[in-house]
């Protein structure tokens, strides 16, 4: 107990410690602003990219890459905007903006293209419900699902010898990494995400889609939001079981985040096996980022 509350407490010195935290982007932080039905110019949009050379070398080179198969090289970012659209580039700047987070020549308890591919799987997934269920968020569900795993991050570059611990004590006992986190931590990876997210200054329904989407009945605020990243996340690690224990099957219609959007009919005639199918293909392509990604930046 006392070797579990000293940890608790260095876990919370260092949280409170600036240095100790991951730093987002400026520009993905600016770009949070943007909806794709802003009226906002192209050169405008291009201007502010641009204030960051390096993600705009890579935000080019990475449009230029096979995955897209543009029919000719993009140039410009203001052809890149054109071609691939507002919602495609604030999607890959956010994701480009993720990978930065990885301290370079570290080792990390877990696979960084694994970690990218399930947070990928996971954002495109909500982008996919969040249109199918006609929900309107003041925040992109893309960038909920691709950072609710960010404090997995923290944890493993700041206690990185008990982290490891806790992901093997959930292979070998087929337990649940959220529940060995709060055992032995006194804390958890979701609740250091939203920690980390507040610091960003993060608009609220982000940190509680972060910091909820385990425990939903915790939450009294932006109930859809986190029913959206949850439901994305389990549909995910049944497509990549990344860091899975125990390993078993999902009743969707049993799930309180399914019952919630019940409630509110969010999912009246709704296809959850076609959903699944899109999915599928959105893995397809989020491996191939992830590939693309561990060549380059990884």
């Known amino acids: 107990m006392e070797k579990k509350e000293n940890i608790k407490k260095d876990i919370f010195v260092k949280l409170s410690s600036i240095k100790n935290l991951p730093v987002m982007p400026d520009l993905a932080i600016d770009l949070m602003g943007y909806t794709i039905d802003d009226d906002t110019s192209i050169k405008e949009l291009s201007a502010i990219i641009s204030r960051d050379p390096a993600l705009a070398a890579q935000i080019l080179k990475v449009a230029n890459s096979s995955f897209y198969a543009l029919k000719r090289q993009v140039g410009s970012l203001e052809k890149a ?3 691939l ?3 495609e580039i604030k ?3 956010f994701t480009l903006s993720i990978i930065k987070l990885f301290p370079k020549e570290t080792n990390f308890c877990f696979d960084k293209v694994d970690f990218l591919k399930h947070s990928l799987i996971t954002a495109r997934t909500s982008d996919i419900l969040t249109k199918k269920l006609q ?3 003041e925040v992109s569900p893309f960038l909920a699902g691709l950072l609710h795993d960010i404090g997995k991050i923290f944890l493993d570059q700041n206690f990185h010898h008990e982290y490891n611990a806790i992901i093997e004590e959930a292979k070998k006992y087929n337990k649940n990494i959220f529940e060995v986190e709060s055992s032995e931590l006194g804390t958890d990876h979701a609740y250091i995400g939203s920690h980390i997210a ?3 200054n993060f608009p609220q329904e982000l940190i509680d889609a972060i910091k909820f989407h385990h425990c939903i009945d915790k939450s009294n605020d932006n109930i859809l939001l ?11 690690n049944l497509r990549n079981n990344w860091l899975v224990f125990p390993k078993y099957e999902v009743d969707f219609f049993d799930l ?22 899109e999915i599928d293909d959105e893995f397809k ?3 191939d980022i992830a590939n693309l990604y561990k060549g380059n930046y990884l």
């Not at 986190?226 to 995910?236: A, D, G, P, Q």
């Open 135 to 137: 929900l309107k968020f």
């Open 226 to 236: 986190i029913c959206v990243i949850s439901i994305s996340n389990l549909l995910s």
């Open 198 to 200: 507040n610091v960003w």
């Open 91 to 93: 999607n890959l700047i």
């Open 85 to 87: 659209g507002l919602r």
């Open 256 to 277: 309180t985040e399914w019952k919630i959007l019940e409630r509110n009919k969010m999912i009246e005639d709704f296809d959850i096996e076609k959903i699944i199918f």
């Open 285 to 287: 392509k989020s491996e």
């Open 81 to 83: 905007i054109i071609i």
